[in-house]
């Protein structure tokens, strides 16, 4: 990779990074959405969605399954490798649903901001997953209340929070509120990005939070 691609791959993390409102994250991606999966997911070595996946199946997890900041549906992706079943796709960038549109995992997507509420049915889905999305200058964790609604009584949610803003932006207490009206919710901690990986965010983790009834 040229300096000048990896120069470029970094500035548009740190930038991703930075974002501070839902306006914000539709400008920056509707501008790298056409080279997000080899510029930021390949040149990364972006594992999360696979963990993701991994954990959502091992759990027997199962459709439908709402895929939240799907973008360009990476983890939609990993996922059909490992189970053919019915996935939608919601992300708040039109233009990163196109891309994931393209690659024909999912039978139905949602333009929606979760921060705001989604245009869904309380319950309507049995499995919920998220992969980079909850994590600062994205979506906090009072969204985690609006999982809870769409997800079904039976239901499964395995979401990603990077692990350096689950405690500064009160991940851990809004899992204890959710806890108090009878959920289970457990956590596990897994790499960001794989062995390639060379930019100074190489160890970065998070943590894969599990929801159910």
């Keep these: 990779m040229s300096k000048q691609n990896e120069s470029k791959k970094h500035i548009n ?11 914000d994250n539709v400008d920056f991606y509707r501008g790298w959405a056409g080279d997000y999966d080899t510029d ?16 959502f199946i091992k759990l027997n997890g199962k459709g439908p399954v709402l895929d939240v900041g799907a973008g ?33 995992i999912y039978s139905k ?15 309507t889905y049995n499995g919920i997953v ?7 200058g994205h979506v906090g964790p009072e969204a985690l209340f609006e999982i809870t609604r769409i997800l079904s009584k039976k239901g499964l949610a395995v979401l990603s929070v990077n692990s350096k803003h689950w405690h500064s932006l009160g991940f851990d207490n809004v899992l204890e509120m959710l806890k108090e009206t009878g959920l289970v919710a457990n956590v596990t901690e897994v ?6 990986c060379e930019a100074d965010t190489k160890d970065d983790t998070a943590y894969l939070l599990t929801l159910s009834a």
């Design 130 to 136: 998220s992969s980079g999305t909850f994590t600062h």
């Design 109 to 123: 997507s949602i333009v929606g901001d979760l921060t705001k509420g989604l245009p869904i049915l309380d319950h």
């Design 72 to 104: 360009t549906g990476l983890l939609g992706i990993e996922i059909s490798k490992l189970n053919k079943i019915e996935m939608h796709a919601t992300d708040i960038s039109e233009e990163m649903l196109l891309v994931a549109k393209k690659k024909g």
């Design 191 to 196: 790499r960001i990005y794989g062995d390639k």
């Design 40 to 55: 930021f997911a390949g040149g990364m070595d972006y594992i999360l969605p696979y963990q993701v996946a991994t954990q």
């Design 13 to 23: 993390l740190q930038k991703a990074y930075n974002l501070s409102s839902p306006e």
